[in-house]
């Protein structure tokens, strides 16, 4: 039982249930924004009614495909993706970027096979080609 509530109390298990809740939530918040927000946005540029995507459909040999439904999971997914894309993943590639960038190169490129190899290297360990040793001082930084 013991090993049980270690499994449970692990930092990354919480982590991941918090982040769960906090993403239905989120979705949920972003479906109504789609069904009340964007949705009528759309109606009042066409000029029309406004329109719900859900009830649109189309038979075809005597079936019906409800395309509607599709159409505002389609919208609600976009605008997930470029909230995360846009208050997530360019953050925290700035963020990483700016540590990394004082960084000193710990590898080079060989000339002839173009594998990465360490900067101390003197034979190549992919092609055996004889490589000339850059000194410390004059490498350049990542």
């Known amino acids: 039982m013991g090993g049980f509530k ?31 927000l964007v949705t009528p946005l759309i109606g009042a540029v066409t000029g029309g009614k406004q329109p719900d995507f859900s009830d649109y459909s189309f038979t075809l040999n005597g079936s019906k495909f409800m395309y509607g439904d599709f159409v505002n999971h389609l919208l609600t997914f976009a605008i997930i993706a470029a909230v995360i894309y846009w208050l997530v993943v360019m953050p925290m590639t700035r963020l990483i970027g700016f540590f990394d960038r004082d960084k000193q190169a710990t590898e080079k490129q060989c000339p002839e096979c173009l594998s990465d190899i360490p900067l101390d290297a003197r034979r190549c360990a992919f092609c055996t080609a004889e490589l000339t040793v850059v000194p410390a001082n004059d490498r350049p930084p990542v």
């Open 6 to 36: 270690k499994f449970l109390m692990r930092g990354n298990l919480v982590e991941l249930a918090v982040a769960v809740v906090v993403g239905a939530t989120f979705s949920g918040l972003i479906q109504a924004l789609v069904t009340d």
